[in-house]
């Protein structure tokens, strides 16, 4: 793409960072994030590398998601692969949006096929209380070695995301103990314990800040902040409960690195999300892009939109709405195309490239 | 409340249809849903008949949820006395919003604790063409007979409220065979073959109409319809697959009986639910009432929208919420006071009661 040779797993090859850097400042997706022009919509798909994958399927039959997550080598190999493979314009490192807890004294478990499982959930204020501060990450070097090994191995003009769950997600599942359907349990702690519902996100977000950077520092041209469940909340509540925490995390990250704040169901949120911070909001398929945009403002970039379930569909129809969702962007410059939530376990592969490429060719100058 | 002598069991006692009427119509839950002013701001709650109270568990532990709701008597008891325990101001016969499904020849079913189930889920359109076209809704007769005991049983002045899931729900019931997080198989019928979707929407539509209809005709003063998972659709969606059979049934129904039109997760779609019809547009509370409102127009009423986990707090905190609610609703003519979804199974009925209570004070005039 730029010219610049690639750095491939055959050569083991590292430039120098100063030759990275410029590489990578000027793909498409870093330019996108400043809201610069770029030569097309760049675009990357939430959850790009998964189940969907029949190589990912053949690594879990050996292997469960969390030794995945743990063994670098392999984590750096899943990421690669699905971004070769898709033809997208940014990587994500593959790990999950929960590895964070387990250093607070978290048991993280995740069942065959089924979502994560926590065994110790934090239901009161002296469980909150007992939780571990993050002093230092040491423990989640596995995913550092991930990024390092990933970013050795990437394209050197192909930028590699971080991630991390939101405060909001991450005290969900830690209070639910797994996924939530009415969220009882952590919306019952928010409404009658102002003071350890403030403490347990006080305590992810100082964790959060730790972990982001250190994401940065081993090589990630950018973050995202996942907050997929914040929808369920009112924005009342978002503005007294959630605002704050995201604020002084999106504030506290390496200067000069491109943030996405994401959500899904967030209609009702999306000004206040925008004021919680990031350089880019990334927004779900409920709410129109165009909408979406003029509702936080041209002057942050936007991720979006499709909806996933679109993937199921033939090709013409992925075409069709690739090109309704580029035409409410209107060419405008900070759009990343994207999913609004992650492929499905059960998406066709041909149709997630068919997308990629659909995208490209529809947005070129 | 009006000073008509009530209609109790203990009497057997009818009315002439006259009386009624005059008490009915003069009650302020009518009242509001013609936006007329108001002694204090009418209340009831989705779900107020349901596991969340103990002689509900009782009668369930005799008999299963289709049993009940297909037991005229006891379907009308447990309307009644739900009612009568919160003191609410209306009434809404215990039925499921999927009854309607089984004259098609979906055969339905409900786990212990679990949600629907339906064995032979709709996912082509030759499974669309086999479905029954329901002609007539003498099958449901078990329902109109509940209307008819409760009618009798209740208050003169407590209106009943009717209800059935709208197209869209039962929809996505029938073709994921119950309930679903990511609508794939749903939202892959509707993407991929137009012609198939359109035909269930209107084969649903038209089984509604008449649904609803004997549902008044039985003695509902007012009917809901629930398109509880209708915000898991973008707006665009919206627009095409779902907006013209709702406008369909909407415009179709017995003329003068308010229709309450529900939603969950609708911070997309609240304009599209107005234009699709309804004299009152039920909102969660994702969406501030006074921004729903505003959004929808002020020349229809609206319904909500307290989060269900607020009834999990103290009796102080659920004061709070209605006073920051009323005030949202700013004493204007045509609010009702309800939750943002059903009361949960695990919800303190004392709490329940507390929040009746705190509105009919809060907004006494």
């Not at 790009?48 to 994958?53: D, F, L």
């Not at 997929?228 to 909340?233: E, I, K, N």
């Not at 909806?307 to 033939?314: K, N, Q, R, S």
């Given at each position: 793409m730029s010219g610049i040779p690639s750095i491939g797993k055959e050569t083991g090859l590292i430039l120098k960072p100063e030759s990275n850097t410029t590489a990578l400042d000027n793909s498409p997706f870093m330019r996108a994030c400043r809201r610069e022009s770029v030569p097309h919509t760049p675009i990357w798909l939430m959850r790009?590398?998964?189940?969907?994958?029949r190589e990912y399927r053949e690594l879990r039959a050996r292997l469960s998601f969390l030794e995945l997550c743990k063994t670098p080598s392999l984590a750096a190999e899943v990421t690669v692969n699905a971004a070769d493979r898709l033809g997208v314009d940014a990587a994500i490192i593959?790990?999950?949006?929960?590895?964070?807890?387990e250093p607070m004294g978290i048991e993280l478990a995740f069942g065959k096929g089924e979502g994560p499982t926590i065994h110790n959930p934090v239901r009161t204020s002296q469980d909150v209380d007992r939780l571990r501060e993050?002093?230092?990450?040491?423990?989640l070097e596995y995913v550092f070695e991930a990024i390092r090994q990933t970013r050795a191995a990437l394209s050197a003009d192909l930028p590699l995301i971080g991630f991390s769950g939101a405060p909001f997600t991450l005290a969900s599942y830690i209070i639910e103990g797994g996924g939530s359907r009415n969220y009882v349990h952590t919306k019952s702690l928010m409404y009658t314990d102002k003071g350890a519902w403030h403490a347990l996100m006080s305590l992810i977000s100082r964790a959060l800040v730790k972990y982001l950077n250190a994401q940065i520092f081993a090589g990630a041209q950018a973050v995202q902040l996942f907050d997929?469940?914040?929808?369920?909340?009112s924005a009342d509540d978002y503005r007294e409960y959630v605002l704050p925490h995201t604020r002084s995390i999106l504030s506290s990250l390496t200067p000069g690195t491109p943030v996405i704040h994401f959500g899904t169901g967030t209609g009702a949120l999306l000004e206040l999300m925008r004021e919680a911070g990031g350089d880019v909001i990334g927004v779900d398929w409920r709410v129109r892009l165009d909408e979406a945009w003029r509702r936080i403002g041209h002057d942050v970039a936007v991720m979006g939109n499709l909806?996933?379930?679109?993937?199921?569909?033939?090709k013409d129809y992925i075409r069709s709405q690739a090109t309704k969702i580029l035409e409410q962007a209107a060419?405008?410059?900070g759009h990343i195309f994207n999913l609004g939530h992650g492929i499905l376990p059960e998406t066709p592969v041909e149709n997630v490239i068919a997308l990629v490429d659909a995208v490209h060719e529809l947005s070129a100058k």
């Open positions: 790009q590398a998964g189940r969907y994958m593959f790990a999950d949006i929960l590895l964070i807890v993050v002093d230092g990450v040491e423990s997929s469940w914040v929808g369920s909340l909806d996933p379930v679109a993937l199921f569909a033939g060419g405008r410059p």
